[in-house]
């Protein structure tokens, strides 16, 4: 059996006769059911507390009866807030850290030495979310990828182009290399602690793998993923995402990985073509079709199915994460088009 038909056995829920669905970031302020919960708690403290949790991950399920998965609620900066460093959301937008790593001697900052077992709140959501789910849906759980997590750490919050984090990669990569050092190790904790804790699958999230380009790429993230991946348990289902990287399938697909996550700037058949084994595709659906009328979104879905040619080894999801400014009722003309495909 290869690597995706192992991913996909372990996904023992995955309906036959049609592709799994689940959406990147289900909840969110699109669903009325989360505001009104949102308006009574903010966000950081949802995250942290189990029972919230618990509820946030399952109102899409509730709401979509097609989606044949619950992703966890939760956030990749609990790893970060983990090691001492925590995060808010700006009032006019954004992610800010309390600190940013500014010169190795910001690294007295990070706390490895019991941060993963300060992320027991998360497995507690897990634990209760595979009771709450049965046998009748899988149940996911994610984290930020070193480099993804680092870009937070340095810049002091989001960005888009994050120049704080080019610099230094430039000026001083020894103090990059040992942020990612840190976060390698976090991460692989936390991962397999879900794994014990009850998901079915795991997804590493490389959201700004696109600040890095050529060799950097290969030195200051994939090494990483690579190092997390090998702390893991041998042939763990595992999703990697790397926004803005799907020319690079054939190096995202050496690190062992069972299955992609990908964006929508490639067609999944071109991804496939990549790649020199069977792999298991998430995707691509591009998140703003979801913004708009159910005709644009089912027509861009059904070409998607048609492009993947029935291959079985295809989980349908939206090339990134779902918006605030997503209609539900073409969300749910999405998801009726893809469970009765037929594929």
């Known amino acids: 059996m290869n690597s995706r038909d192992r991913f996909l056995a372990a996904l023992h829920r995955r309906p036959h006769g049609r592709p799994p669905v689940w959406i990147m970031r289900q909840a969110g302020r699109y669903l009325p059911e989360y505001r009104k919960l949102k308006a009574q708690s903010d966000f950081v403290t949802m995250v942290r507390t189990p029972d919230l ?17 619950a992703i966890l609620f939760s956030d990749i900066l609990v ?15 954004g992610i800010a850290m309390e600190k940013s790593l500014q010169t190795e001697n910001d690294l007295s900052l990070l706390q490895p030495v019991g941060a993963i077992e300060r992320l027991d709140y998360v497995y507690k959501a897990l634990r209760l979310l595979r009771k709450e789910l049965g046998t009748n849906k899988a149940l996911l759980g994610f984290a930020g990828s070193p480099w993804t997590l680092a870009c937070y750490l340095v810049e002091g919050g989001g960005s888009e182009e ?9 000026s001083n990569p020894k103090f990059v290399h040992q942020i990612l050092n840190v976060l390698t190790q976090t991460v692989a904790g936390y991962l397999k602690e879900q794994l ?6 795991i997804q590493i999230f ?27 348990p041998p042939q763990a289902p595992i999703i990697l995402y790397a ?9 995202l697909a050496k690190t062992g990985v069972p299955c992609l996550g990908v964006d929508w700037t490639m067609p999944i058949s071109n991804v496939r073509a990549l790649v020199d084994r069977p792999l298991c595709i998430q995707g691509n659906l591009n998140p703003e079709f979801i913004d708009g009328k159910p005709d644009a979104a089912i027509q861009a879905t059904q070409q998607i199915l048609k492009d993947n040619a029935g291959d079985l080894g295809h989980i349908f999801n939206l090339g990134h994460g779902i918006t605030p400014d997503a209609q539900i009722d073409t969300l749910a003309a999405v998801l009726d088009t893809v469970v009765h495909s037929g594929v």
């Open 53 to 69: 949790a618990v509820e946030v991950t399952l109102q899409p399920l509730r709401r979509f009866a097609q989606l044949d998965a």
């Open 79 to 93: 790893i970060p807030e983990a090691l001492g460093i925590g995060y808010r959301f700006r009032d006019e937008g």
């Open 162 to 170: 994050f120049p704080k984090m080019k610099s230094l990669v430039k």
């Open 196 to 201: 014990l804790a009850g998901a079915d699958a």
């Open 206 to 232: 490389d959201s700004w793998a696109g600040v890095l380009v050529g060799k950097e790429y290969e030195e200051f993230s994939l090494r990483y993923i690579r190092e997390v991946i090998a702390l893991l």
């Open 243 to 251: 926004k803005g990287k799907s020319a690079d399938a054939a190096a």
